[in-house]
């Protein structure tokens, strides 16, 4: 088991490497880079000043060496200012003496670099995102995974019966209804004083005013509220949760038929009893590796979901930086989004050791 | 209870001749109110004795403010960007957020006239050459350094520095900036004594006052020019920033410590930063984020008034163009150019493009509010003869491509002109390209739209865009009558002299077909009932010490 994390890891550091190359070599294109110095520096630059900017800023150098400042093995460029004698470079922030200043700064360092977009260091603005992200992670699975699985068990438990069939018809809306148009749908009908179901509450007098949620979960950022939080952990949980439920109801179905569940049944053992001391161990162990699966998953999923509901967590620094083409915040969103893919694919293979006795022993 | 009675009482000239001129000028009706405001304190007269000079009462002036009940937090719906050096600033909401704390040396209101922050007064010479500067006295900065005159001429010097990358003051300068070096001009900064600073030009040139209220013109402390303000905090308003997340959201917290030289009456002033989507600006009014709009936009003006909340409505030179570029074929053929004007009605822009929110225009860049407007009609709306215009250039099969942003009503505005293009009979290809990125080339594409900016003085636009030359000639317009019109059009003029030349002017702009500017956009911000002082500025200005709450 040690072996086999420990190459784990080493496939996770090689991906990392390889993943973040590609998306430095394209967000250092020129025209990312022209780009880059129109935001940082005026919307209406003259290329000579675009040329000048970037030579000014450590953009000048080649693609490689700055790949190699941002991973912390190559020193941090440095410039000086052949009038006023300033110098300036990677290392050495505002205000600070450059004598005083470490040669490198980089990944390897822990310095994750600087944010251009937002003027800041990564390290500062990424920890408070991931945590956002992590609060309506939480709530979503909390809302997800115990439904999912409940109407899966109801589903898979008698093939094809009623309960069955409108259950996987729920199922299958849910999971073919994305994000975007489920959220709009929410706030249209259930956010909004002028459409949906808020006025007509307001008219019976079972509202006092506004609305019956919030469209907005902006202030959930400081205090979660049912009222504030509902809709983005709805929206985000209804996607997810159809097809854990097809995939719980096909593992039940399946083993609502094995033999030994027969043998039971003619042994006069009630339905009850069947489904959950019998059945239920064994239909949960293809829903687990599907569950883990979900994680990777929704730190990209809240893309959407932060954007519209304008809840500043990683999925929505994740567009910005995209869009503002923020090279090392962006380096860095992808760095965490390859770590949190790989870990969770290694927590699904360990628990599905420990779930499965038979893949124990290959 | 502290007395907020007292309200600042405006310096400056109390007469000036061409002051005088021109008030004679607005009572034999050749110049408008606005116009007759925008000029003569622009020369240094202030507004109560501009408003004397023609016997009207500031009291009823649009500009008046109210004075607010002292304390409260207000919660603006604004985007929240990264600051940079002032100078270089690109977005009026940089500069809102730091108005708390880099005031500027002369503001714009909406009534036209100019009135001094950081200046007490100032005065310009008869021939608009020489202007004299006025700093206020017992203004200190909030490290503790008083501010003075040296503040003032070093700050000119900076915004004159066009070396710096971005620095869009130094196109404001305009003869103060010496053509060889790029800097200011020897001798063109002098300060005269502690208090008083004198500014010289090579030849007249009125745009002085207008460049210097204009947002990145912020007054920076002499030690810190070129520096980013958030880095230092250092100025002389009221507040100082607390808090600063880019794209989420700012707080700006009365400074403790510090003796404001004016009146300001919030206790904190906190910007919402709720993305570019007017849908979501309105899904958090709802949500109850915020308190006032910075700009409400489309379809949402009628829904935020559905809400309940206060509308306030300003008429602004702020516009579109669609222009195609010169310097490409088939554009440099002018029947081409007159063919694309004449193949478009400016009434179906304004309609589509933004909900009938604005006036038309006349496809010349010069607005009615502006003093020198001179009334030139476009080219005749004619598809017929614009198709018959296009054969006879030869370009009847030419493939339009027509570029715009990926936005409301710069998108559906250019929409509308391929539409109308393609019934006149041109073959017309649309392309969208992200906000992200459209601004790469902007200046440089064959036929697209871009939007501008409210300015005060009609020349102000000409200079910038349509001069030869000129970095931000979008339109690749190089025309030597033009230039040599402009020129004459920057000294101070007899009014019905001025708008000879002007009318001239807006001639060549339509009859070369330089570009389709259709309407002027009717800006629109909304706030909740009991706030004072938060109207729409046609600059999209808000100054944080004036807000508050009703007494």
Redesign the interface.
Same mark, same amino acid.
């Given at each position: 088991m040690g072996a086999f994390i420990l190459r784990r890891f080493g496939v996770m550091i090689l991906t990392a490497l390889c993943l973040t190359f590609v998306v430095f070599f394209l967000t250092n294109l020129f025209?990312n880079l022209?780009?880059l110095?129109?935001?940082?520096?005026? =919307?209406?630059?003259?290329d000579e000043?675009?040329v000048?900017?970037l030579d000014?800023n450590g953009y000048g150098g080649s693609m490689i060496s700055r790949y190699g400042e941002w991973l912390g093995v190559v020193p941090g460029w440095t410039r000086v200012d052949e009038e006023t004698g300033e110098i300036t470079g990677r290392c050495i922030d505002?205000?600070m003496d450059p004598a005083d200043a470490p040669a490198r700064c980089g990944l390897l360092q822990g310095d994750l670099g600087f944010s251009?977009? *937002? %003027? %800041?260091e990564v390290s500062n603005i990424i920890g408070g995102r991931l945590q956002l992200t992590g609060i309506l992670m939480f709530w979503a699975f909390a809302l997800m995974v115990p439904a999912a699985l409940l109407v899966g068990v109801l589903a898979g438990m008698r093939e094809g019966s009623r309960l069955d069939r409108s259950l996987s018809t729920m199922s299958i809306a849910s999971t073919a209804t994305p994000e975007y148009v489920s959220g709009v749908i929410f706030?249209v009908f259930l =956010? *909004? *004083?002028?459409a949906g179901l808020s006025p007509l509450l307001v008219e019976w007098g079972w509202l006092d005013s506004?609305?019956l949620f919030?469209?907005?979960a902006? *202030?959930a950022m400081d205090d979660i509220t049912f009222w504030?939080f509902t809709l983005p952990v709805v929206t985000i949980a209804l996607y997810g949760m159809g097809y854990i439920a097809r995939m719980t109801r096909a593992s039940m179905a399946e083993v609502m038929t094995a033999q030994y569940i027969r043998t039971a049944r003619l042994k006069g053992v009630s339905f009850r009893k069947i489904v959950l001391r019998h059945a239920l161990r064994n239909a949960l162990i293809a829903p687990f590796t599907v569950i883990m699966l979900q994680f990777p998953w929704l730190l990209t999923g809240v893309v959407i979901v932060e954007?519209?509901f304008?809840y500043?967590g990683f999925g929505?620094t994740l567009v910005?930086a995209a869009?503002?083409?923020d090279i090392e915040l962006l380096l860095s969103c992808s760095i965490v989004a390859v770590f949190v893919v790989l870990v969770t694919q290694l927590i699904s293979d360990i628990g599905y050791v420990f779930l499965n006795p038979r893949i124990r022993i290959a | 209870m502290k007395d907020f009675t007292h309200v600042q009482t405006q310096k400056g000239l109390t007469s000036h001749p061409v002051a005088e001129m021109y008030a004679r000028e607005h009572k034999e009706g050749k110049l408008d109110r606005r116009e007759f405001l925008v000029r003569s304190t622009a020369l240094g007269l202030s507004a109560a004795a501009a408003y004397s000079l023609i016997g009207a009462t500031p009291a009823a002036a649009d500009g008046h403010r109210a004075v607010p009940a002292a304390g409260g937090t207000l919660r603006i719906q604004q985007e929240v960007r990264a600051l940079k050096d002032p100078r270089t600033y690109d977005w009026s909401q940089m500069a809102n957020v730091t108005r708390g704390f880099l005031e500027y040396l002369i503001q714009y209101n909406a009534d036209g006239s100019f009135e001094g922050v950081l200046l007490d007064s100032w005065e310009a010479n008869e021939d608009a050459t020489v202007y004299t500067l006025n700093v206020r006295q017992g203004v200190s900065f909030n490290n503790g350094d008083p501010f003075t005159a040296e503040d003032v001429a070093a700050n000119f010097i900076g915004w004159c520095d066009s070396t710096v990358e971005g620095n869009s003051m130094a196109t404001r300068m305009g003869g103060l900036v010496d053509p060889d070096t790029g800097v200011a001009r020897e001798g063109a900064i002098e300060v005269v004594d502690e208090y008083t600073v004198r500014v010289t030009y090579p030849a007249p040139d009125i745009t002085l006052v207008p460049g210097i209220a204009d947002y990145p013109s912020a007054v920076q402390h002499r030690d810190l020019i070129g520096t980013n303000p958030a880095d230092h905090g250092v100025g002389t308003g009221a507040y100082e920033i607390t808090s600063y997340e880019v794209g989420v959201g700012a707080t700006l917290t009365r400074k403790a410590d510090h003796e404001y030289w004016g009146e300001a009456y919030l206790d904190e002033v906190q910007f919402v930063d709720l993305g570019q989507d007017p849908a979501a600006w309105f899904a958090g009014a709802e949500a109850d984020e915020f308190d006032m709009t910075y700009e409400t936009v489309g379809e949402f003006v009628d829904l935020f008034a559905a809400i309940g909340w206060t509308q306030s409505e300003v008429t602004t030179a702020a516009t579109v163009v669609i222009r195609p570029n010169q310097n490409n074929a088939p554009y440099d053929d002018v029947r081409v150019r007159q063919a694309i004007a004449m193949a478009c009605d400016n009434q179906v822009m304004l309609d589509l493009g933004i909900n009938g929110q604005g006036v038309t225009a006349q496809n010349h860049h010069v607005c009615p509010i502006h003093p020198e407007y001179a009334d030139v009609p476009a080219l005749a709306f004619d598809p017929a003869a614009a198709q018959a215009l296009l054969e006879e250039s030869g370009n009847a099969d030419f493939e339009f491509e027509l570029i715009s942003i990926d936005d409301d009503y710069r998108k559906n505005t250019t929409d509308a002109v391929a539409a109308q293009l393609r019934d006149a009979g041109f073959n017309v290809t649309r392309t969208i390209i992200p906000g992200s990125t459209f601004w790469n080339d902007w200046a440089n594409y064959p036929f697209s739209s871009t939007n501008w900016n409210h300015r005060e003085l009609g020349v102000q636009v000409l200079n910038l865009a349509y001069r030869s030359g000129v970095p931000w000639n979008e339109s690749g317009f190089a025309n030597e009558e033009f230039d040599a019109l402009l020129d004459q059009a920057n000294g101070i003029q007899d009014a019905d002299a001025r708008r000879e030349v002007m009318a001239q002017i807006e001639t060549i702009m339509v009859n070369e077909g330089v570009t389709i500017q259709p309407y002027w956009r009717s800006l629109f911000r909304h706030y909740k009932a009991g706030i004072v002082n938060a109207d729409m500025h046609p600059k999209f200005e808000i100054n944080v010490h004036y807000l508050g709450f009703e007494a």
């Amino acid at each position: 088991m040690g072996a086999f994390i420990l190459r784990r890891f080493g496939v996770m550091i090689l991906t990392a490497l390889c993943l973040t190359f590609v998306v430095f070599f394209l967000t250092n294109l020129f025209p990312n880079l022209e780009k880059l110095a129109k935001t940082q520096g005026n =919307a209406r630059m003259t290329d000579e000043e675009v040329v000048s900017w970037l030579d000014r800023n450590g953009y000048g150098g080649s693609m490689i060496s700055r790949y190699g400042e941002w991973l912390g093995v190559v020193p941090g460029w440095t410039r000086v200012d052949e009038e006023t004698g300033e110098i300036t470079g990677r290392c050495i922030d505002f205000g600070m003496d450059p004598a005083d200043a470490p040669a490198r700064c980089g990944l390897l360092q822990g310095d994750l670099g600087f944010s251009t977009v *937002s %003027d %800041d260091e990564v390290s500062n603005i990424i920890g408070g995102r991931l945590q956002l992200t992590g609060i309506l992670m939480f709530w979503a699975f909390a809302l997800m995974v115990p439904a999912a699985l409940l109407v899966g068990v109801l589903a898979g438990m008698r093939e094809g019966s009623r309960l069955d069939r409108s259950l996987s018809t729920m199922s299958i809306a849910s999971t073919a209804t994305p994000e975007y148009v489920s959220g709009v749908i929410f706030i249209v009908f259930l =956010a *909004s *004083s002028q459409a949906g179901l808020s006025p007509l509450l307001v008219e019976w007098g079972w509202l006092d005013s506004g609305t019956l949620f919030l469209g907005s979960a902006r *202030s959930a950022m400081d205090d979660i509220t049912f009222w504030n939080f509902t809709l983005p952990v709805v929206t985000i949980a209804l996607y997810g949760m159809g097809y854990i439920a097809r995939m719980t109801r096909a593992s039940m179905a399946e083993v609502m038929t094995a033999q030994y569940i027969r043998t039971a049944r003619l042994k006069g053992v009630s339905f009850r009893k069947i489904v959950l001391r019998h059945a239920l161990r064994n239909a949960l162990i293809a829903p687990f590796t599907v569950i883990m699966l979900q994680f990777p998953w929704l730190l990209t999923g809240v893309v959407i979901v932060e954007t519209l509901f304008n809840y500043n967590g990683f999925g929505w620094t994740l567009v910005q930086a995209a869009s503002n083409n923020d090279i090392e915040l962006l380096l860095s969103c992808s760095i965490v989004a390859v770590f949190v893919v790989l870990v969770t694919q290694l927590i699904s293979d360990i628990g599905y050791v420990f779930l499965n006795p038979r893949i124990r022993i290959a | 209870m502290k007395d907020f009675t007292h309200v600042q009482t405006q310096k400056g000239l109390t007469s000036h001749p061409v002051a005088e001129m021109y008030a004679r000028e607005h009572k034999e009706g050749k110049l408008d109110r606005r116009e007759f405001l925008v000029r003569s304190t622009a020369l240094g007269l202030s507004a109560a004795a501009a408003y004397s000079l023609i016997g009207a009462t500031p009291a009823a002036a649009d500009g008046h403010r109210a004075v607010p009940a002292a304390g409260g937090t207000l919660r603006i719906q604004q985007e929240v960007r990264a600051l940079k050096d002032p100078r270089t600033y690109d977005w009026s909401q940089m500069a809102n957020v730091t108005r708390g704390f880099l005031e500027y040396l002369i503001q714009y209101n909406a009534d036209g006239s100019f009135e001094g922050v950081l200046l007490d007064s100032w005065e310009a010479n008869e021939d608009a050459t020489v202007y004299t500067l006025n700093v206020r006295q017992g203004v200190s900065f909030n490290n503790g350094d008083p501010f003075t005159a040296e503040d003032v001429a070093a700050n000119f010097i900076g915004w004159c520095d066009s070396t710096v990358e971005g620095n869009s003051m130094a196109t404001r300068m305009g003869g103060l900036v010496d053509p060889d070096t790029g800097v200011a001009r020897e001798g063109a900064i002098e300060v005269v004594d502690e208090y008083t600073v004198r500014v010289t030009y090579p030849a007249p040139d009125i745009t002085l006052v207008p460049g210097i209220a204009d947002y990145p013109s912020a007054v920076q402390h002499r030690d810190l020019i070129g520096t980013n303000p958030a880095d230092h905090g250092v100025g002389t308003g009221a507040y100082e920033i607390t808090s600063y997340e880019v794209g989420v959201g700012a707080t700006l917290t009365r400074k403790a410590d510090h003796e404001y030289w004016g009146e300001a009456y919030l206790d904190e002033v906190q910007f919402v930063d709720l993305g570019q989507d007017p849908a979501a600006w309105f899904a958090g009014a709802e949500a109850d984020e915020f308190d006032m709009t910075y700009e409400t936009v489309g379809e949402f003006v009628d829904l935020f008034a559905a809400i309940g909340w206060t509308q306030s409505e300003v008429t602004t030179a702020a516009t579109v163009v669609i222009r195609p570029n010169q310097n490409n074929a088939p554009y440099d053929d002018v029947r081409v150019r007159q063919a694309i004007a004449m193949a478009c009605d400016n009434q179906v822009m304004l309609d589509l493009g933004i909900n009938g929110q604005g006036v038309t225009a006349q496809n010349h860049h010069v607005c009615p509010i502006h003093p020198e407007y001179a009334d030139v009609p476009a080219l005749a709306f004619d598809p017929a003869a614009a198709q018959a215009l296009l054969e006879e250039s030869g370009n009847a099969d030419f493939e339009f491509e027509l570029i715009s942003i990926d936005d409301d009503y710069r998108k559906n505005t250019t929409d509308a002109v391929a539409a109308q293009l393609r019934d006149a009979g041109f073959n017309v290809t649309r392309t969208i390209i992200p906000g992200s990125t459209f601004w790469n080339d902007w200046a440089n594409y064959p036929f697209s739209s871009t939007n501008w900016n409210h300015r005060e003085l009609g020349v102000q636009v000409l200079n910038l865009a349509y001069r030869s030359g000129v970095p931000w000639n979008e339109s690749g317009f190089a025309n030597e009558e033009f230039d040599a019109l402009l020129d004459q059009a920057n000294g101070i003029q007899d009014a019905d002299a001025r708008r000879e030349v002007m009318a001239q002017i807006e001639t060549i702009m339509v009859n070369e077909g330089v570009t389709i500017q259709p309407y002027w956009r009717s800006l629109f911000r909304h706030y909740k009932a009991g706030i004072v002082n938060a109207d729409m500025h046609p600059k999209f200005e808000i100054n944080v010490h004036y807000l508050g709450f009703e007494a």
